[in-house]
T-cell receptor, first 111, second 114 residues
Framework: GQSLEQPSEVTAVEGAIVQINCTYQTSGFYGLSWYQQHDGGAPTFLSYNALDGLEETGRFSSFLSRSDSYGYLLLQELQMKDSASYFCAAASSGNTGKLIFGQGTTLQVKP | NAGVTQTPKFRVLKTGQSMTLLCAQDMNHEYMYWYRQDPGMGLRLIHYSVGEGTTAKGEVPDGYNVSRLKKQNFLLGLESAAPSQTSVYFC?????????????FGDGTRLSIL
């Protein structure tokens, strides 16, 4: 089967750094994306990795290791507004846009 | 900037009733998707479309039908609603189908089947 595994919950304090891991098992793999969702609202795109290595976008960075079928999202200088659910999603096709989502990690940022 | 608009936002149905969820995007995107999200779970793809007039099945298509008669609209139909279809439904669109294309989501439709 196809699946993505990520921790269900993570807690961190304001100003800290947190890493959300994602391991995947898919029949085809073209890249790993990360989405943020506040309080059940519209998911919003954060980051994408197709190749091994680190991609940095402001306070957020995402890493991929294709050989380990593993990626992570790194959030630095945590702010209260970062409290949300974070989903990793694997692209299982190169031309249909189909994504397989993980179950999501709920991040709680405490003062 | 409307982006992706879903109608209605909330709906309560009785088992066996039918309804159509509407998704409209104003970004001239080619690809559109319907997902469902259940408590504590990620999004699961129901159906998708790679262009006007095309539709294809996703992970969980049973009990749903879709149509893409116009490029900007993607309709999701429930012919005979069942309690198992109680969920939050999200529509998304993307400019292309390559894996690097971000998907833009609507605010969701919260559907309860009694």
């Amino acid at each position: 089967g196809q699946s993505l595994e990520q921790p269900s919950e993570v807690t961190a304090v304001e100003g800290a750094i947190v890493q959300i891991n994602c391991t995947y098992q898919t029949s085809g793999f073209y890249g790993l994306s990360w989405y943020q969702q506040h309080d059940g609202g519209a998911p919003t795109f954060l980051s994408y990795n197709a190749l091994d290595g680190l991609e940095e976008t402001g306070r957020f960075s995402s890493f991929l290791s294709r050989s380990d079928s593993y990626g992570y999202l790194l959030l630095q200088e945590l702010q209260m507004k970062d409290s949300a659910s974070y989903f990793c999603a694997a692209a299982s096709s190169g031309n249909t846009g189909k994504l397989i989502f993980g179950q999501g990690t709920t991040l709680q940022v405490k003062p | 900037n409307a982006g992706v608009t879903q109608t209605p936002k909330f709906r309560v149905l009785k088992t066996g009733q039918s309804m159509t969820l509407l998704c409209a995007q104003d970004m001239n995107h080619e690809y559109m998707y319907w997902y469902r999200q259940d408590p504590g779970m990620g999004l699961r793809l129901i159906h998708y479309s790679v262009g006007e007039g095309t539709t294809a099945k996703g992970e969980v298509p049973d009990g749903y039908n879709v149509s893409r008669l116009k490029k900007q609209n993607f309709l999701l139909g429930l012919e005979s609603a069942a309690p198992s279809q109680t969920s939050v439904y999200f529509c998304a669109s993307s400019y292309g189908g390559t894996s690097n294309q971000p998907q833009h989501f609507g605010d969701g439709t919260r559907l309860s089947i009694l």
